[in-house]
């Protein structure tokens, strides 16, 4: 899965605290994209290869970063990128609503709701800028200016200070109580899965029902399909695993439940990867090629919960967009995005 990385220059050209070159006098910044450009030379003569090399490699260490780089990050997978854009717009819900019933809670009832427009989005609670700055898998291209980072920056300290939101599933282990993995709404973060392991949703809140869905979040799940799935091919055949009322399900092709559960063990099988499943409550029974973490010595009681979010959730990527931030406010220079980490 390809990553979204960011980059801030360093601001020791703009104070002259780089090393001597003979092509320094045609070294200037580019006010497009803010990085250094080589001019033509003296004349109007064409630009040579050369001197394109050995501007490249004297700017790899003409200052104590390398390639004139503050930062140079990964911020994020595109998953994680948009199970935070989600969660952003789950909290800008909530503010919003919770100032509206403030101001129904007046003598009068009456007001206004201060909303931030999105240029994506629409109106929006907060966190406009964040979401309009974080780039999507189409738009992972451009810069961001200090000004905006610094907006960026005041989005990202809000989001930490919201407290809990949305919805999160978890499977861990029913003993130990250690987190296999994690689903947020919207990607999957796996902590423990062997590498050829697929995606599993489960989810089991406490009285045993499945939660409603907070409003902003419900609004992010009529914009997808009715159960988020995904394939898995097991002793030849397709199946389907994904999250809904009976909690963690496996379906073959053509949308047979084949089995349910919110609490089960898992055994391994004597000879190869395959592991049998099996629902604590019914006794139902499934086997599958693949097991859920590391391949267990013994049979593992497994729990499928459903838990509050948080900002913690999404520090994957809100430490990265803050060291970010904070480089672009320090050097005047913007956070530049790319797909791919450049060469």
């Known amino acids: 899965m390809k990553n979204l990385f960011a980059l801030v220059r360093c601001d020791c050209f703009e104070r002259g605290q780089v090393a001597p070159t003979s092509l320094a006098p045609r070294i200037r910044v580019n006010e497009e994209d803010g990085d250094l450009t080589l001019g033509r030379p003296p004349g109007g003569g064409e630009i040579t290869q050369e001197e394109y090399d050995a501007v490249r490699a004297w700017r790899l260490t003409a ?52 909303m931030e ?76 899965l062997t590498p050829a392991a697929e995606r ?16 902003a979040l419900a609004c992010l799940d009529s914009r997808r399909p009715a159960r988020d799935t995904h394939l898995l091919a097991s002793h030849g055949q397709a199946l389907h695993l994904g999250v809904a009322q009976q909690g963690f399900v496996v379906e073959d ?41 590391p391949r267990p010595a013994r049979a593992l009681r497994l729990r499928a919960d459903a838990e509050y979010q948080s900002a913690a959730d999404h520090g994957a990527v809100t430490m990265p967009l803050r060291r970010l931030c904070t480089a672009a406010l320090s050097t005047n220079h913007p956070i530049e995005w790319y797909q791919e980490p450049r060469s």
């Open 63 to 114: 200052c104590p970063h390398p390639d004139m780089e503050l930062i140079h990050t990964a911020v994020g997978n595109w998953d994680e990128c948009d199970a935070l854009r989600d969660a952003l717009l789950i909290c800008a819900d909530e503010i919003s609503c919770r100032a509206a019933d403030d101001l129904l809670a007046r003598p009068h009832g009456d007001g206004l709701v201060l």
């Open 117 to 192: 427009r999105s240029s994506r989005y629409g109106p929006v609670g907060r966190f406009a800028t964040l979401l309009d700055e974080l780039p999507d898998d189409g738009t992972a291209w451009g810069g961001t200016p200090p000004a905006l980072a610094r907006r960026m920056l005041d989005d990202l300290k809000a989001f930490e200070r919201h407290g809990h939101f949305g919805v999160k599933f978890v499977l861990r282990d029913a003993d130990s109580g250690e987190v296999l993995w994690t689903t947020l709404y919207g990607e999957a973060v796996w902590n423990a």
């Open 200 to 215: 599993w949703w489960a989810v089991r809140p406490e009285d045993g029902t499945v939660p409603a869905l907070p409003p």
């Open 253 to 293: 092709a053509q949308q047979r439940l084949l089995f349910s559960s919110h609490a089960f063990t898992q055994t391994p099988l004597p000879g190869g990867e395959a592991v049998l499943w099996e629902d604590t409550a019914s006794g139902q029974r499934f086997e599958c090629a693949r097991c859920i973490g």
